[in-house]
């Protein structure tokens, strides 16, 4: 191959000449060409002939024949190297430490702007270009965000797997379809409590073993079921308006309690006061030390009473009704502290937040279909979500700052959800009919939902409060199904 198959093409600057060139400058010419011969020679890596092609291991475009100043680009020759380098450590100290001192000790450096595209055609399309330049805020160590600056940019969890099936299903015989009862409750000793028509029945969630508590007889109802917050004492709401206090770890009962003219369906404990709401339309606080049968009777709502939640501190009592109001009352008021009336259908869905003193949590009915956010402190409405369907129960998470809500009409639904951004973790479906009951095991881990459909399904929807593990699924395999009687 000869040197003239190598030559560059004509630039745009000689195609632009018009006149034949002179003699002398011809010889000026020449002699340039001759001194940027020798410099390609002195500065190549091999020195062979000039006569021969000049080979590497590597391929170095050529720009010679580049016009840089159709794009605004300025020619590698005329700026140094070094100064580049210099420029670049320059701006880089700068940005950083502007990214770790704050932004006004960057000192006003001006951010060079990515060069402005161009319509101009050109002979150089498919010629190799110099690289882009890149704004600086690509030299910081780390991400750069300029709505949100000062804040620490560290990689997003994943969200975290719930598994979408129950591990475990227990079939629950004349486990009843009645939106005002509250048949399910799990004690602080693993033992699970469900009425089941006339009778009570214990089932032990480390053994598995189903113990039959009592049974009420063919003129009464279980309407109610809760355990105490220590010990082995549960409470019974029946249809007769009545309380029983039973011991569970003998099969005993302690102590039958009076007061209600019509069924109790609400039951909760405060240490060793007993709160019982009936289709009475009331309240009665009971103190199972005392001889009375109840201690003190709290009037306010309009129909009956079918959600009652002690706070964490017991300092608070929260009461939901068929009136579709919630109310508020301290350990000694016989009248309503704080009374919402934002819910339009009955609220039974009841849960006071672990983590945070004063925030209660409420859902409504089949005509309202919202969960509702209260700060009990500021006495201040927080927060609405309405979730397209009957709200049934709400039960908070002590080891995450999460709730769960079940469903009715008319999606028959389990749903995680993240507070306060209020963000769905899982929404979880297997009843045939609406998730009425709804319980948390002592760890905090798994909950246990009951439906008309006669069984009580299992789900691991919450870590635990050691390894709260975002990448890994929670729970056991399953187990099979059971009857629990």
Request: net charge positive; with cysteine; aromatic share 8%.
């Amino acid at each position: 191959m000869d040197d003239s198959t190598l030559q560059t093409p004509p630039t745009q600057s000689a195609l632009r000449t018009l006149s034949p060139p002179s003699s002398s400058s011809q010889l000026n010419l020449s002699a340039e060409a001759a001194s940027k011969h020798i410099d390609r020679l002195l500065n190549s890596s091999h020195h062979t002939g000039p006569s021969r092609t000049i080979y590497s291991d590597r391929f170095i475009p050529s720009r010679s024949g580049s016009n840089f100043a159709l794009f605004d680009l300025v020619s590698p020759k005329a700026s140094s190297t070094a100064e580049g380098r210099e420029d670049t450590s320059s701006a880089y100290a700068t940005l950083l430490r502007a990214a770790l001192f704050g932004p006004e000790t960057s000192g006003g450096v001006a951010f060079p702007a990515t060069p402005d595209k161009r319509s101009t055609p050109s002979r150089n399309i498919f010629r190799y270009k110099s690289e882009t330049r890149r704004s600086m805020h690509s030299l910081l160590p780390f991400g750069f965000d300029e709505a949100v600056q000062g804040v620490n940019h560290s990689p997003v969890k994943a969200p975290r797997k719930v598994p979408r099936s129950p591990y475990k299903v227990l079939d629950a015989p004349a486990l009843q379809d009645d939106f005002y009862l509250n048949l399910v409750d799990w004690s602080s000793h693993n033992v699970l409590a469900v009425g089941l028509g006339n009778c009570v029945y214990l089932w032990n969630a480390c053994s598995s073993k189903v113990t039959k508590l009592c049974d009420l007889g063919l003129d009464d109802s279980v309407c109610s079921v809760g355990w105490a917050q220590r010990g082995t004492h549960l409470a019974v709401g029946t249809s007769n308006g009545k309380v029983q206090i039973w011991d569970a770890s003998r099969c005993k009962r302690l102590r039958t309690m009076e007061g209600h003219r019509l069924r109790v369906g609400a039951l909760a404990w405060s240490s060793s006061l007993l709160s019982s709401g009936g289709r009475d339309k009331t309240i009665f606080q009971r103190d199972i030390r005392a001889q009375d049968d109840f201690v003190s009777k709290l009037s306010g709502h309009k129909s009956e009473v079918c959600g009652l939640k002690w706070s964490y501190d017991n300092r608070e009592l929260a009461s939901g009704g068929n009136d579709n109001r919630l109310f508020v009352w301290n350990q000694h008021s016989t009248q309503p502290m704080l009374k919402y009336c934002e819910h339009t259908a009955a609220v039974k869905a009841i849960a006071w937040s672990p983590h945070l003193h004063g925030l209660l949590a409420s859902g409504g009915g089949t005509a309202d279909r919202c969960i509702r956010f209260w700060n009990t402190t500021t006495n201040s409405h927080l927060s609405c979500m309405d979730t397209g369907s009957q709200v049934c129960n709400l039960v908070w998470s002590k080891n995450v700052n999460e709730l769960v809500s079940t469903h009715g009409y008319s999606q028959n639904q389990i749903i995680v959800w993240r507070y306060p951004t209020m963000s769905k973790l899982a929404t979880l479906t297997g009843h045939t009919y609406r998730v009425l009951y709804l319980a948390i095991s002592p760890d905090g881990q798994t909950i246990v939902t009951g439906a008309g459909d006669e069984t009580l399904r299992f789900w691991n929807v919450f870590p635990s409060p050691k390894s709260q593990n975002t990448d890994s699924e929670i729970g056991a395999s399953f187990l099979g199904r059971t009857t629990i009687r």
